[in-house]
């Protein structure tokens, strides 16, 4: 209970004052804490990430709505992130296709979603470490950077199942994430903390005018579907 307690009180401090939580995230690596291990960002993550898991049956149908109607037909728009967009395009429509019942791919494709939210965390977190350890000349370490995406992604993961809720990742999460996450834990300049998140925002808007998306259709499409499949 008091770990549960711990992570709602670091969620609601996220949410009220980012400003206050990443110093002190840094504070406590000066001093040699480990009441924030990797082990409790990892564990604060999975947990946190759950309720867009088992959110699919709300969250599914209502962008699949938001994409039927939109005027605008940038699919990355209709979804919290590209987590959300590739579950319901290309996960999702597999799995029910071998399945056949609309329950049971949900209970399936929980861990599903669950697994990719990590993978995405690990990776991104290692890319970002790079940069800002050996490109901007930041002192952070890889825990550090961990504590900066999945500290910074709650918003999305909290929010990011409405119906156009990009906004949420590209205003809120990923100023989160980069120019706070990283300016605090990794001691570089707010000039510094600003260039990747302007290289992504330059790179979002350039993919929407060439491609219309930023994640075009992966390897999943290669796999036959099911007797199920429309």
């Known amino acids: ?56 049956p709300v969250w599914k149908p209502l962008t699949d709505w938001a994409a039927q109607v939109s005027v605008v037909k940038i699919p990355d728009l209709h979804f919290g992130n590209a987590v959300y967009l590739t579950m319901s395009r290309e996960v ?49 370490r890889l825990r550090d950077a961990l504590a900066a995406l999945a500290f910074g992604d709650l918003p999305s993961l909290l929010f990011g199942f409405l119906p156009y809720s990009a906004a949420v990742g590209l205003a809120w999460t990923s100023l989160l994430q980069i120019p706070v996450g990283f300016h605090y834990l990794y001691k570089v300049s707010w000039n510094r903390a600003f260039i990747p998140y302007g290289a992504f925002t330059m790179f979002i808007f350039v993919s929407w005018g060439l491609m219309g998306t930023v994640n075009p259709r992966g390897l999943t499409t290669l796999i036959p579907r099911g007797p199920h499949s429309p």
């Open 1 to 56: 209970m008091n770990a549960l307690r711990q992570a709602a009180s670091d969620a609601w401090l996220i949410l009220q004052n980012p400003f206050g939580f990443f110093p002190t995230l840094r504070e406590e690596r000066d001093v040699k804490s480990e009441s924030r291990s990797v082990r409790y960002i990892l564990a604060w993550f999975t947990l946190f990430s759950a309720v867009p898991s088992l959110l699919i």
């Open 92 to 140: 999702y429509p597999l799995v029910f296709s071998y399945i056949g019942d609309h329950f049971l791919t949900w209970l399936f494709c929980i861990p599903i979603l669950m697994a990719d939210f990590l993978t995405t965390l690990l990776g991104g977190a290692a890319f970002m470490h790079l940069v800002f350890r050996y490109v901007l000349g930041g002192d952070g």
